[in-house]
């Protein structure tokens, strides 16, 4: 399977969730499930990290770009919410189910959003580009390359597996003693601690199948799996 994929960013208060990320101090976005065909549920599942829920849903309330939200799992600190946009914040998510991209990943922190995207070509990346520029988003692209199989079968890793079993090595996650934490380590990709630790789990789980149990250098081709927020992989 071939395409683009592109890794952009744009400001919270362009898009959606401004006013809770400026009223909580501390608090991180990543969607759960990202539907690109179905208009009428777009981004409708999202995981919330912060230690006060109740702060969280005042925040909610009060934001412009949430016309509706309710709590669907409590995992003390990570809550599962299920949300309906405005019209608004609709608008780039429809735009991309227009020109049939797809969703990889999607984070907000601080006060931008993170997305990762797959397109079928550069076309396609030029007029979802053009769209946002017309809405006044900054769709500003920060990478850009051609997805291969083997950008995702090397060793059988995900990209999101490799990138965090990377970042640890080079923070020095793996020294005694550590030189990081895993808290750091989600800071740094903007993600959940949570997310972070079974990305890293699968990742040394993965190795180890391929590397010791399947024998170095020539592993099998990882079963095809949906994509969902922690794994990114596109099925074939």
């Known amino acids: 399977m071939g395409g683009t994929i592109v890794e952009v960013s744009f400001p919270a208060k362009q898009f959606a969730l401004e006013h809770t990320l ?3 101090e501390t608090v991180n976005f990543e969607i759960e499930q990202m539907a690109a065909t179905n208009q009428d549920i777009l981004m409708p599942f999202m995981w919330i990290e912060t230690e006060d829920r109740l702060a969280l849903e005042d925040a909610l309330t009060d934001d412009d770009s949430v016309a509706d939200f309710q709590l ?10 299920q949300l309906e946009w405005v019209d608004h914040v609709d608008y780039l998510i429809r735009t991309l189910v227009e020109e049939n991209g797809t969703i990889l990943t999607a984070t907000c922190h601080g006060d931008a959003w993170y997305l990762r995207l797959l397109f079928a070509d550069h076309d396609a990346v030029r007029r979802t580009t053009e769209c946002c520029e017309e809405q006044g988003i900054d769709f500003n692209i920060e990478n850009i390359y051609e997805f291969s199989r083997n950008y995702r079968d090397r060793f ?3 990209d999101t597996q490799q990138r965090a079993l990377q970042l640890a090595a080079s923070r020095g996650y793996y020294s005694i003693p550590r030189d990081v934490t ?14 972070l630790s079974e990305r890293l789990r699968r990742g040394h789980g993965t190795l180890v199948d391929h590397v010791l149990v399947s024998g170095a250098g020539t592993p099998e081709p990882p079963e095809p799996r949906g994509i969902n927020s922690d794994e990114d992989v596109v099925s074939e």
């Open 22 to 24: 400026s009223t909580l």
């Open 182 to 195: 895993t808290e750091d380590l989600a800071e740094e990709l903007g993600v959940s601690h949570q997310a």
């Open 156 to 158: 059988g890793l995900t």
């Open 72 to 81: 669907i799992a409590d995992l003390e600190t990570d809550f599962l919410y």
